[in-house]
């Protein structure tokens, strides 16, 4: 095993991050060594100088790797003559993939997910979807919740190999993350006895009295090879089965593993290197100071989200989405620069999920290939979906004057500075028209122009 200081001192990454990841490995390393395999594990300036200083030592031996998760390493590996198996860390081998995608006139990840259901035998019966529906939207995506007692969350104990990584990396990390495959367990376990069954219903709820909600905490032991991602469907499907969890819940839950997962890693793979450099909105802010200093803003919802990712590297979907993302879209942030940022700063963040996360779903650089329409959001639709907004010294219903919500005015401003792009698009002509029904227009600009400049300086 190598590794690779490209990956570890090469960004600015988050040490929580880093954390997690070395000391999964070494206690990986730990584990087949106590199965009595011989394992090598080099410290080296790259992967591929890894390799080379075991050929160097051992001969030209064969070289065998899981598939990767970058264009780049698989381009730099297929260089040094490495043989490539299947990445067990999926469900859907690429070539498989590909065969879906090059049938498809838009690739509407809902068409995916039920080939899927289909083709894996999960919650149907034949062609049929069980309970007779795919999806159970209706009954999900729920405010939150008012007077809820959100079940304890499992904290992880650190051991001698943790201690020993946290010396070296000069960091105190926090009880979150569990590095062993025991510890990725007790989190499946967890999350099936005290989750699964509320997970539907507040999906897309953010909270103040709880960070993680009923979300499974899972991402992190699924992309680096703790958890397969067989066996957590397998396991949720038994508690289905056996009437622990009702189909609302298990339902959502299996498609953001079986589809949204596995679609986001077939299209990355599918689109292509060059998918990442896109910028289709010519989207140039640079990356705003709040993103890297959480008290570089005094919006509210901002402020949180960012100091949650300060302190665990995760926050859940929709703060990614409709937080993080949403103000880099309607700011015009630049994409990659953004990108780069979120790669550096989350826990289960690699490229083959990030690229399209952020490039297609979070900021619409790639002209709708993923995502029919940008995900932009004004304060009115934060503040029903999460209880930031009472807190916040802006108003979320106002969108001109020194105390407007800074969504909602650049919401209306990003509609206007592209209204002639989306208004082709018919999914984006009912927002597009709002803008003929607002009078202060040009008073709005004016704000907006004042917002973007406040948030540069760190004032908004
Ligand atoms: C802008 C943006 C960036 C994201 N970046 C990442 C990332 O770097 N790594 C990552 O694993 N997920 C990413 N996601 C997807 C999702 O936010 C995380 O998988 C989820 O928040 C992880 O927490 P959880 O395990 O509790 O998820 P749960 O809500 O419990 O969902 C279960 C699982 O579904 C999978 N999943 C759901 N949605 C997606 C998706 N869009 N892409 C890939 N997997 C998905 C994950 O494996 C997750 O563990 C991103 C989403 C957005 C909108
Ligand atoms: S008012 Fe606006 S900035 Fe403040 S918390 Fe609500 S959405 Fe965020």
Redo the contacts with the bound molecule.
Sequence with gaps: MVESERMTKGRPWHKERLFFLISSARHFVAGLEDKGFMVLYFKAKSTQAGIEKAQAEYGKLQVLCAEPSSHTQFAQLRKLGVDFVANDFFLTPRALFTSWAENQKTFVMENFYRAQRIRLNILVEGNKPVQGRWNFDAENRLPPPKNYSWPKRLLHARDEIDNQVAKELGYQPTDSWATTRAGALKQLKNFLDNHLAGFGPYEDAVTLDEWSLHHSLLSPYLNNGLLTADEVISACIKMYNQDLAPIESVEAFVRQIIGWREYINGMYWFLGPEYKELNGLAAKKELLPLFTDSSKTK????KQVVAQVETRAWTHHIPRLMILSNLALVTGTNPQQFLDWMREQFIDAADWVMVPNIIGMGVHADGGKLMTKPYAAG?AY??RM?Q??K??????KKRVGDDA????TLYWDFLDRHKAQFSKNHRMSQQVNGLTRLSDLPELSVRAKKVLQGLSDGTI
């Design positions: 919006m509210n919802c901002v304060g934060i503040s999460t930031y907004c807190g916040c010294v802006y108003d979320p919500c800074p969504f909602t």
